[in-house]
């Protein structure tokens, strides 16, 4: 089956928003053994929806649109494709109840504009939106106006903000692409997430060993990200299971524990997941990452259990006041060096008496750089009861590029520290 | 003008990255009066880039590309385009020295198949990329081969990673796009950046204002973002000036405080920009934001000189230990509470001596919530020397979101405050 989504708003066309529906649909749809084959994202007027969507009809038996079902003047989605396709919209006396109590939970009045919403074009199944107002609609396409050769299409249509297009995708959507769509072929799409190595290194390790593999059907592919690649493996038909598991086996012997995770697992994931079993702390003491450390790991539910606290501490002052780094540390070898570092990562480790602590001290750019440190020098330490290391990195990289990297090493090196004691 | 995008990238329609691309690029073709009108991500096999482009061609007078260029195996759209352009490759010697260059530089040895990114479309443009390997193409096509009626359309070539696209986009796109292309007629496109109002307000308080002013042409368009809600105007011709300083009036009127900035303007860099100017400084003391706010900070070159430090203290006892919240008020009040962001606050500031202090406390969830609290549940204090205000907000959402929109309501009452004293 051939899948295409469609994202519609000015406001993309514009780059005035980052499109994250593109993202979070295909992985789903992707996980569904529905590969998207093709996204496309035009701005909110009728005649381009319509255009776009028509296009769609022609290539796909499943088309996905997001966003115009609002009750503002721009939200067009729902009338043009109604009347693309021929068919009338009528009011809802469902839809239009959940709507007013959605308002009435909310001690809100109701605008009388938010009513549109309640229209559904004919024959179309509602798809109940408990987190906002306009449900999504799922309507069938004549044959005419589909994939020619196909008996029917179908067009799902879902609302664009995430908080109200996520559950419903995941309520509704899924079980009728099931039911639609039943597959008909493994499917098994698999990410390695790496840390600390280039792409180029990556893949002079794992090309060879993975070639025969590669010739039995196994897609390869490879994306960089700030500090991080991320290797995956897509295969598909009776051999799919096989060829990942054998893949899987060369791809751990050939890239160790440079493999900090699979699929979405983050390094906080990790680290979070880590500490917990052993029943151990964490704190930090950030400068250059300004608070980047500690909000990744607590974007983790859970890392309360595990993560005492973070200094950030900016300036010099803050670094001897808040951590009891030593005016003379600090006047001897700047704030930036690997001395003030294993200070901070210890007194941090000290006041809060935690297991481990981190500390990162660095020169985020764009200013404040000198020849001897130019911007991107930073210096990583991690101390634990039994010693205190410390790395020099060096990350030239633009101001919101370097305190990312920098947070995925300093994260790094207490992964493998951790992983090395199992 | 008309102009496409395209998005090359098995990993995006496998949903296994972000699409970045999208936003920067029509954001940057916005801003020169070359608004995208469609934007297309396609798996990287030659078909579907091959299919992408050809149509893209027909409707648009410039195509532009992304990824598919590095030294991988599924790297295949410069071969791909030229093959469907009836283009031979050549070897470019002066794009086979600078990726020499580039490796002698790094002190690493040069992979054979890096070779292959010096291949160039015969009589393409090359655009230099100082970051990377493979550079920027830039290829005429024939009448026949482009959009009918016109004489020739263009197509650019930009390699993936977007350290390498956004300086080549900068520096050699954007003159060439100005000279191929000349802009006719005025276009200027605003963006206003609200907080603390819900999108129905924002649009009850302006719709009418504004209603002649878009009968006479002004386009008007809405973005809900969590704990924000951007207004952004687009006009066109003669008019535009005028229409847009007329409209910008009356959303002043109308909205008042609540207009945080324009464009691209972060509140974090309002803040950053009116503490600097006052010469005055500020801590922070986040538990359920765990170092979002200190982050949001710190991604502002110039922070430092404004931003002291940040307690990131998860549990009651790093609240006691390093800020000195009383265990009496823990005990009595509990964590969450309107008495423990207000000594979080006032602990931030006396320890750190800044003017200012933000402190956050709350329940972010998943779990922790109960009854009394539920999940969403945050207080937000801000203390100065004069007087500690305290606020409760409820923000029920998921963690990200929580945090997100928690850090966001936090800077803006911080804004508020710094604003209403000038």
């Given at each position: ?83 693309m ?25 109701m ?7 309640a ?12 987190n ?27 609302p ?9 995708f ?26 600390g ?11 060879h060993?993975?070639r ?11 994306c ?16 799919a ?17 440079d ?37 990744r ?48 990562a ?19 750019g ?57």
């Open positions: 089956m051939i899948v295409e989504l469609i994202n519609t708003g000015s406001e993309l066309m514009l780059g005035r928003v980052l499109n994250t529906h593109q993202q979070w649909l295909c992985r789903q749809l992707a996980d569904l053994d529905c590969v998207v084959s093709r996204q496309t994202a035009v701005a909110d007027t009728a005649k381009e929806i319509e255009q776009a969507v028509r296009e769609s009809l022609t290539r796909a038996d499943l088309v996905i649109t997001t966003g115009g079902l609002g009750p503002t003047s721009d939200d067009l989605t729902r009338t043009a494709i109604a009347r396709l021929g068919k009338e919209m009528k009011e809802d006396a469902v839809v239009l109840a959940q709507i007013q109590k959605y308002f009435a939970q909310r001690n809100r009045p605008p009388e504009r938010t009513r549109e919403e229209l559904v074009p004919e024959g179309a199944l509602v798809l109940p939106n408990p906002g107002t306009a449900p999504g609609l799922a309507v069938e396409v004549r044959p005419d106006q589909s994939r020619s050769g196909n008996n029917v299409g179908w067009l799902i249509m879902l664009g903000p995430p908080r109200e297009l996520r559950p419903i995941a309520n509704h959507v899924v079980p009728l692409v099931k039911r639609l769509f039943p597959s008909k072929e493994p499917f098994i799409c698999r990410t390695f997430r790496t840390a190595l280039g792409e180029s290194v990556v893949q002079q390790k794992i090309e060993p993975l025969s593999l590669v010739e039995a059907g196994l897609e390869l592919g490879y960089a990200r700030p500090g991080q690649v991320d290797v995956r493996l897509v295969s598909r038909g009776i051999n299971e096989k060829l990942t598991a054998e893949a899987t086996v060369i791809l751990r012997a050939q890239l160790g524990a493999i900090y995770g699979q699929e979405d697992e983050t390094i906080e994931a990790v680290i979070v997941r880590l500490l917990t079993a052993r029943r151990q702390t964490l704190a930090l003491a950030e400068s250059c990452t300004g608070g980047c450390i500690a909000h790991l607590t974007n983790v539910p859970g890392a309360s259990a595990v993560l005492f606290g973070s200094f950030v501490t900016y300036s010099d002052e803050m670094k001897r006041k808040l951590l009891g780094v030593r005016a003379e540390t600090l006047a001897l070898h700047g704030a930036v060096s690997e001395e003030v570092a294993r200070e901070m210890e007194d941090a480790r000290r006041v809060t008496e935690s297991d481990y602590a981190i500390s990162v001290t660095g020169i985020a764009p200013d404040g750089g000198t020849p001897e440190k130019p911007v991107g020098t930073v210096f990583i330490a991690l101390a634990s009861l039994r010693e205190t290391r410390v790395s020099k990195m060096f990350n030239p990289w633009d101001r919101l590029t370097f305190k990312e990297v920098t947070t995925q090493q300093a994260l790094n090196q207490l992964r493998l520290r951790l992983e090395s004691l199992l």
